[in-house]
């Protein structure tokens, strides 16, 4: 891979493909963290006695804290850098990861997996704060492209793998792995990773600088346009990922050491996805590929809530629907999260926690959702992902149009 020129970056970094490694690295907190125990919850549920229903809010209390925590982190690395930030969260989530292991109940796994969420959400926000920190718009959605193809390893690799640890140690063990990967990512930052921020370009204004930068940010319809696309785009993701173990496990009694083949396979095309978007950056925009992503999105996920709905073409037209629906965000999200942080250079730790936040809300929502609507078929889960989709197409269209917006943002 070519080195990207002098007139993309922004400061000193660490070679392309090294900062690729250790950026999607982070940024798999989250797959990881979500993935790995998904054929545990059926096990976790029926050792504290509650419903798989009820130990699927322990996701959706996973995407809050993952929204809450990337609020907060965001503005201090504006601030503080972001060197100091993240190993302060990597320490978190280790600790909690321990936590989790440990939880004597559910609502007890309940407020570790929050506390897990805080401390893993610094990777996601300030991994995008980087990027911005190194490179223009087209690069910046090459590299999260390429951070895709990094982080993707984790869905592919973390539900098999969970589903092995599940079957040897039980379902505790998955938790103490977590907190290895934690430990590990936190020696990664302190001998790998360069602060990305100089200190005259860091902000020196406090809580009300950062509260007005997400007022300013929460008004501009461009952004918001880019960030809740991206976001419903992954809500759609996140509603699968919520109700896929009961939907194959349970309904069409895919064994747990199974589940992770399928769940591999969607991730597959997720990080496909993200790559044949790398190769068509050279000959599209960002704005071009991700309306054209977002059309396949949504209009697989309709046909596949139609097929669901009248029972049309079985197990085998349902997975492949499923496939092209997930794999198609693979080429949302980079282009989303690159088209919505170019204007903001001097506030990118801020813009990016907002996008984060915006994602991981509108996911715990999705998620949470699918849970209360669960009436023993796949049709929330599906139904959810529709409506997503739809939504993402439709709110990209009517918010990012030129004829509606006006760019509030401030300059690099």
Request: charged fraction near 10%.
């Amino acid at each position: 891979m070519k080195q990207a020129t002098a007139s993309t970056v922004l400061t000193a970094r660490p070679s392309y493909t090294r900062l690729a490694l250790i950026l999607g690295t982070l940024a798999a907190f989250g797959p990881f963290s979500i993935d790995m125990y998904l054929p545990a919850l059926p096990t976790i549920a029926a050792e504290f006695g509650v419903t798989t229903a009820a130990i699927q809010q322990t996701l959706s209390v996973f995407f809050i804290g993952l929204a809450i925590g990337q609020l907060f982190y965001g503005p201090i690395s504006d601030r503080v850098g972001r060197r100091a930030p993240l190993l302060f969260g990597c320490g978190l989530y280790t600790v909690a990861s321990i936590g989790c292991a440990l939880a004597p109940s559910a609502g007890g796994l309940m407020v570790l997996r929050f506390l897990q969420a805080l401390g893993g959400a610094v990777g996601m926000v300030i991994g995008r704060s980087v990027v911005r920190d190194c490179f223009e718009e087209r690069e910046a959605a090459r590299m999260f492209s390429l951070l895709m193809l990094v982080m993707g390893v984790a869905p592919i690799t973390a539900p098999l793998l969970g589903g092995q640890v599940l079957i040897v140690l039980g379902w505790r063990a998955i938790f103490f792995f977590l907190a290895a990967f934690g430990l590990f990512c936190l020696l990664m930052v302190w001998f790998g990773l360069e602060e990305s921020l100089p200190t005259g370009r860091r902000t020196r204004e406090g809580l009300g600088y950062a509260l007005r930068a997400y007022g300013g940010l929460l008004t501009d319809r461009r952004y918001m346009g880019f960030a809740l696309a991206g976001g419903l785009a992954s809500a759609a993701m996140f509603a699968y990922i919520s109700g896929s173990a009961f939907v194959f496990i349970e309904l069409n009694n895919v064994p747990p050491d199974r589940f992770g083949f399928f769940f591999g396979a969607n991730a597959f095309g997720l990080i496909a996805a993200s790559q044949l978007n790398r190769w068509l950056l050279r000959r599209f925009t960002a704005a071009q590929l991700l309306s054209a992503a977002l059309s396949v999105t949504a209009g697989a996920a309709l046909l596949l809530f139609v097929v669901t709905l009248l029972n049309i073409g079985g197990f085998p037209l349902f997975v492949a629907l499923l496939f092209i629906t997930i794999g198609s965000t693979g080429m949302v999200g980079p282009n989303a999260m690159a088209l919505a942080l170019a204007p903001y250079g001097r506030k990118a730790g801020s813009a990016s926690a907002v996008l984060g936040a915006t994602q991981f809300a509108v996911g715990a929502l999705a998620g949470a959702l699918v849970g209360l609507l669960a009436n023993g078929t796949a049709l929330p889960m599906v139904g959810v992902i529709a409506l997503c989709g739809a939504g993402a197409w439709m709110l990209l269209h009517f918010l990012t149009h030129p004829a509606r917006t006006t760019r509030s943002a401030t300059g690099p």
